[in-house]
């Protein structure tokens, strides 16, 4: 490989039998929303994540909206979000014509649920069995634990707070598949499988992809029915085209479940390069001042889907901007953390709770390449080019 040669951050791995099982598909001539991959797929998803039932969708952000809609989430109800998160779970929450109330996160960049509890505690009332804003008066009905790069949420006090509160859980897990809590009482279960709902994304950027889909995990046989009713535009009677409710056209497809279900069979091989390099990079990018690679809950073995890098500005001597402009001029790509939701224009004027580390990890953060088949000479080309950074070439 060239010195030169262009480091993205993230682009998927596609080196097993997907070509061969897309040419089935095309050739076969199954390629729409029914066919063996979309079921194969679905069950290997559920094998993998525990889950009793898993449905294949169009994507991550379809998979929340319909997970929030059958958590009973209703126009004017509120719902728990974190503010440091990609945006999809929050239009989610939109879509339904609910309000996020944002809240702060917590050091590996989840929601902070020692602030969710002092919330409820302090800023909620319990009335003929559901929660309510004291200040708004409004209903929370449910709550979007996000699994952000695949650093596990501390789910145990939260699934307790809201069992006692009749908040249901909608667990984002669409960064996070292959994440499994190893200690506690959840040890042995993956993330997306402890709420009511959980949510997969296998977009081009995540951990596996299938170009675009997603997934809605539940262990309830009536709500994953009623999903799988939902999503397929709501069809009672298939050949008379009765529809007893609004559906959605929100499967997915055989030709996209067919990259799924290759890409399940590399899942093993992906996960162990994405954990040698998260842990190279964590080594090596630790030796230089200023720079260090953000730790991981140690309750969990985390799928290591990105790699947060932080950033002592007054230590290292540059800030987020002028280290992603340098890596930029020597062709390696990287991200700061999504821009704070609270912060975004369409959800300003909604609620935030005590808002100080989210603001703070914005600045400091930076992620690094963190590509399935980004190569150990790859890995030290990026520390080279943070170390001349440090040392002023
Ligand atoms: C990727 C992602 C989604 C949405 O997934 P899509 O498949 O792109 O719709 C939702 N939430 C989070 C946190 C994500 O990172």
Same mark, same amino acid.
């Given at each position: 490989?060239?010195?030169?040669?262009?480091?993205?951050?993230?682009?998927?791995?596609?080196?097993?039998?997907?070509?061969?099982?897309?040419?089935?598909?095309?050739?076969?001539?199954?390629?729409?929303?029914?066919?063996?991959?979309?079921?194969?797929?679905?069950?290997?998803?559920?094998?993998?994540?525990?889950?009793?039932?898993?449905?294949?969708?169009?994507?991550?952000?379809?998979?929340?909206?319909?997970?929030?809609?059958?958590?009973?989430?209703?126009?004017?109800?509120?719902?728990?979000?974190?503010?440091?998160?990609?945006?999809?779970?929050?239009?989610?929450?939109?879509?339904?014509?609910?309000?996020?109330?944002?809240?702060?996160?917590?050091?590996?960049?989840?929601?902070?649920? $020692?602030?969710? +509890?002092?919330?409820?505690?302090? =800023?909620?009332?319990?009335?003929?069995?559901?929660?309510?804003?004291?200040?708004?008066? +409004?209903?929370?009905?449910?709550?979007?634990?996000?699994?952000?790069?695949?650093?596990?949420?501390?789910?145990?006090?939260?699934?307790?707070?809201?069992?006692?509160?009749?908040?249901?859980?909608?667990?984002?897990?669409?960064?996070?598949?292959?994440?499994?809590?190893?200690?506690?009482?959840?040890?042995?279960?993956?993330?997306?499988?402890?709420?009511?709902?959980?949510?997969?994304?296998?977009?081009?950027?995540?951990?596996?992809?299938?170009?675009?889909?997603?997934?809605?995990?539940?262990?309830?046989?009536?709500?994953?029915?009623?999903?799988?009713? $939902?999503?397929?535009?709501?069809?009672?009677?298939?050949? +008379?085209?009765?529809?007893?409710?609004?559906?959605?056209?929100?499967? $997915?497809?055989?030709?996209?479940?067919?990259?799924?279900?290759?890409?399940?069979?590399?899942?093993?091989?992906?996960?162990?390069?994405?954990?040698?390099?998260?842990?190279?990079?964590?080594?090596?990018?630790?030796?230089?001042?200023?720079?260090?690679?953000?730790?991981?809950?140690?309750?969990?073995? =985390?799928?290591?889907?990105?790699?947060?890098?932080?950033?002592?500005?007054?230590?290292?001597?540059?800030?987020?901007?002028?280290?992603?402009?340098?890596?930029?001029?020597?062709?390696?790509?990287?991200?700061?953390?999504?821009?704070?939701?609270?912060?975004?224009?369409?959800?300003?004027?909604?609620?935030?709770?005590?808002?100080?580390?989210?603001?703070?990890?914005?600045?400091?953060?930076? =992620?690094?390449?963190?590509?399935?088949?980004?190569?150990?000479?790859?890995?030290?080309?990026?520390?080279?080019?943070?170390?001349? $950074?440090?040392?002023?070439?």
């Amino acid at each position: 490989m060239s010195q030169n040669q262009f480091i993205p951050l993230c682009v998927p791995h596609l080196k097993g039998n997907e070509l061969k099982y897309v040419t089935e598909c095309v050739e076969t001539e199954w390629v729409s929303s029914a066919g063996k991959y979309v079921n194969l797929f679905e069950e290997k998803i559920a094998e993998l994540t525990g889950a009793k039932h898993a449905i294949a969708v169009v994507n991550g952000t379809a998979a929340l909206h319909i997970s929030l809609l059958l958590a009973g989430v209703q126009p004017g109800d509120e719902v728990i979000c974190p503010t440091a998160t990609f945006i999809a779970p929050i239009n989610a929450v939109r879509y339904l014509f609910a309000d996020p109330i944002f809240m702060d996160c917590d050091q590996y960049y989840n929601i902070d649920v $020692l602030k969710v +509890r002092d919330f409820i505690a302090n =800023n909620t009332t319990f009335n003929n069995g559901f929660t309510y804003n004291a200040k708004t008066g +409004r209903r929370i009905a449910a709550i979007i634990p996000v699994h952000i790069f695949g650093n596990a949420v501390q789910m145990e006090d939260l699934v307790d707070l809201c069992a006692e509160r009749n908040i249901r859980i909608v667990e984002d897990a669409t960064e996070s598949l292959g994440t499994r809590y190893t200690s506690g009482r959840f040890k042995g279960k993956s993330a997306g499988s402890i709420g009511e709902f959980g949510c997969l994304s296998f977009n081009g950027n995540k951990i596996i992809t299938t170009g675009g889909g997603g997934m809605i995990l539940t262990d309830d046989s009536k709500l994953a029915q009623k999903a799988r009713y $939902l999503t397929t535009q709501s069809k009672d009677d298939e050949i +008379r085209y009765i529809h007893n409710e609004v559906g959605f056209n929100y499967r $997915l497809t055989n030709l996209q479940a067919a990259i799924g279900v290759a890409q399940v069979e590399s899942f093993a091989s992906i996960l162990k390069t994405k954990k040698e390099n998260y842990l190279a990079f964590k080594e090596q990018i630790g030796l230089i001042p200023g720079l260090s690679i953000a730790d991981q809950p140690s309750f969990a073995d =985390n799928n290591c889907w990105m790699y947060a890098m932080q950033i002592d500005v007054a230590k290292f001597g540059a800030d987020r901007e002028q280290v992603m402009k340098y890596l930029a001029d020597n062709k390696v790509q990287s991200r700061p953390l999504w821009y704070l939701n609270h912060l975004q224009k369409p959800f300003k004027s909604f609620e935030t709770f005590k808002i100080t580390k989210a603001l703070e990890m914005l600045e400091t953060t930076l =992620n690094i390449p963190c590509s399935a088949n980004l190569t150990a000479s790859e890995v030290t080309r990026v520390v080279q080019v943070l170390k001349s $950074l440090r040392n002023g070439k």
